[in-house]
């Protein structure tokens, strides 16, 4: 496990954990790396941020930091992750940088590398960087006289990542009706809030627009995709045919139907998946997930003909999976979903539209469509344990017992996920089945279990 690295870069509280001298720090082992892939030459690298209120300050230490190695930096101010993604590509970019701690509270904040591609950095990368952190050598990688780097202002960037929504979905929504169709879409007061209007707008969408006024303290605070009460009560209330929710960064979106109900992102893929089957769109016929997504999504699969895949938890393990085998479909239930066809990341307000186009195609309501799924309930529930422990559960033979004798009981009609968290002193315990109530009593019971048996 790395020191500083997580599963999604870095990420902690803003300027105590997190602070200007360490950020600097990053940015500069980061330009080292980057410089030595590409034999030498000075990188060019975007910055993108997210509406917290320590954002301002940690793209200030990380400029600081690359123009002090000799890296230039086009700053692009508040945008959407997959916009500085696209956007990295598109400029042919040497890297990227995202200030954002996602779905997390506004007093976190982090940093995630992408690489000229617009993907997230290998782990291999991440530790060249450690170990440059933790040399001592960071002062050494300095910078002088004309070698030292520039920064430019180009928050007009912005248009670019709203011309590629008109680019791909300007015809469509021009050549049907779309006249009784309402969305309501609540940003999270966060990197959505500068873009989602406008490209709802630019292509005749009627929409309402929830939690949209970011004041540094407000992102994700009781809305967005972490807090649907508000928006499933809006759709409700205003008769809406779908709601949308963002995160705080804007690379993944859940949906609520017609009814208020909430639409997770196995049902998102499954929908949107089938339909890109029926049109010979679905490259190699297959949609990836990883191991938490619902047992209903893979049942679904099989009885339509489309192969599900399975990966570890974590969008990279989705991406590399769909990069290796030809995939361009797949995502987490969290709702990351990637559409690899138009950006090799999880991209919120790309999504949404995919979504309300497959709404559209079928005729139907969405509360209708999501009958062709049948989602089975599930639960999880996180056991306390020693953190030096988390691993060994499979080792203990009456949890692994215990394990066993439910997945018998359920004959594939429900299933139990054991999972350590990769950042906390847990074990994450999840049951899926048929019956809601039993389900919980059992969860229940193997992390108890657990817990005695690995404190």
Partial sequence: MMKYFGTDGIRRIANTELTPELVYKVAKAGAYVLSKHLN????????????????????????????????????????????????????KADASVVISASHNAYDFNGIKYFSNLGMKIPDEIEAEIEEILDSGDIEKLTAKGSKIGVSEIREDLLDEYLYFFRKNFEDYFEENDFDDFTVAIDTANGATSVIADKVFTALGIKHYILNNTPNGTNINDNCGSTHMEMLQNFVVTNKCDIGIAYDGDGDRCLAV????????????????????????????????????????????????????????????YVLENMLKNGYNLGGEQSGHVIFLDYNPTGDGILTSLMLIKTIFDSGK??????????????????????????????????????????????????????????TEPLVRVMIEGENQEYITKKAKEVADLIEEKLK
């Fill in 40 to 91: 030498g030459k000075s990188p060019t690298i975007l910055i993108g941020r997210d509406t917290r209120i320590s954002g301002t300050l940690i793209e200030a230490a990380m400029t600081a930091g690359f123009l002090s190695y000799g890296a230039n930096v086009k700053l692009i101010g508040v945008i959407p992750t997959p916009g500085v993604a696209y956007l990295t590509k598109k400029l």
């Fill in 365 to 422: 309501k969405l509360s209708e469509l999501q009958k062709i799924i049948n989602i089975y309930p599930q639960v999880l529930i996180n056991a306390k344990v020693d953190s030096n422990k988390k691993y060994d559960f499979d080792k203990n033979p009456e949890i692994v017992n215990a394990i066993e004798k439910l997945n018998e009981e359920f004959d594939g009609n429900g299933r139990v996920l054991i999972r350590p968290s990769g």
């Fill in 257 to 316: 139907n017609d009814r208020g109900e909430i639409i997770d992102g196995d049902i998102i893929l499954s929908l949107i998946g089938s339909a890109m089957k029926k049109k010979g769109e679905l490259k190699n016929n297959a949609i990836v997930a990883t191991v938490m997504s619902n047992l209903g999504m893979k049942k679904f699969c099989e009885g339509n003909d489309i192969n599900f895949v399975e990966t570890k938890v974590g969008d990279r």
